[in-house]
């Protein structure tokens, strides 16, 4: 628990600061940060895929790394042009090729498995990590990117607090994640809707377009989506076999047991502050 919390004491100051101190030429640290978020996560969950599926995934985890790269241009040069859709249709167009050579080897026997681990890989963590940063084209991005991850880690943080306090007697009602209670999940949820609602009630900007209902709708929306995330990885983990899916981060395990709530929730988040 020690780990845990000194890990979340000194994550959270650090991405408050890059995204306060340092948003010049589009956030190219958060950026510079996703790339190698991307690179690290995809070999993770391809140990795990690998782990449980039996075949060897042949997508470097580096080419993952391309999807956040190609969100910046965009986003920094190319505002008009499709780049990250472009990249994800011409990685999949290569992979998919890949298989002609790859396939033969075995038959073609595999070939749906190979193809499905890499498509995976290209969509958890690559995809889903851009729309974290296309919370910097919002129109107030600074505010926008401290609501989420606010949120995020607050829902992480409570949920925590509330199942360790309260939860010992309700644990189980998710087969995938034994551990979860109702209590914790219950408790997590109602503070991050709380946090949402004195954040978009009290912080300039924020405070001038969203009403209190849109908060306690993105405040339960995201929440709903972190814990989806945290189930989703934990059933990547139960599927290997394997307790985390990495050893990367103390008290946590694997980088991808600390951000796929983040995965999980940052497009709802952006869709939800986009159409408020």
Not at 35 to 50: H, M, N, S
Not at 204 to 229: D, K, R
Not at 242 to 256: F, M
């Amino acid at each position: 628990m020690a780990k845990r919390v000194l890990t979340t004491v000194v994550t959270l100051p650090t991405l408050f600061c890059i995204i306060l101190f340092l948003p010049h030429y589009s956030y190219v640290a958060l950026s510079f940060l996703a790339v190698l978020t991307a690179i690290w996560g995809a070999k993770e969950l391809k140990d795990l895929y690998q782990k449980s599926e039996g075949v060897t995934v042949h997508l470097p985890s580096y080419v993952v790394g391309l999807l956040p790269l190609a969100q910046w241009i965009e986003m920094g040069y190319y505002p008009n042009l499709p780049l990250v859709d472009l990249a994800v249709v011409l990685m999949a167009l290569g992979f998919f090729s890949n298989e002609l050579v790859f396939g033969a080897k075995d038959s073609f026997t595999k070939s749906l498995s190979r193809i499905a681990g890499q498509s995976l890989l290209l969509l958890y963590p690559g995809l889903l990590i851009t729309f974290i940063q296309r919370i910097s084209i919002l129109a107030y991005p600074s505010q926008s990117f401290l609501l989420f991850f606010l949120l995020v880690f607050g829902n992480d943080i409570f949920a925590f607090v509330f199942g360790m306090s309260f939860g010992k007697t309700n644990k189980g009602f998710v087969k995938v994640s034994p551990n979860k209670s109702i209590a914790g999940f219950v408790g997590g949820t109602l503070s991050t809707i709380l946090l949402s609602v004195l954040f978009c009630l009290f912080v300039p900007g924020i405070n001038e377009h969203i009403s209190l209902f849109q908060a306690i709708i993105l405040g339960l929306a995201t929440s709903a989506a972190a814990n989806i995330g945290d189930l989703i990885e934990s059933a990547f983990k139960r599927s290997a076999h394997v307790k985390d899916s990495g050893t990367l981060v103390p008290g946590r395990g694997g980088l991808l047991d600390s951000i796929d709530s983040m995965l999980a929730s940052a497009p709802i988040f952006w869709i939800l502050l986009s159409l408020f």
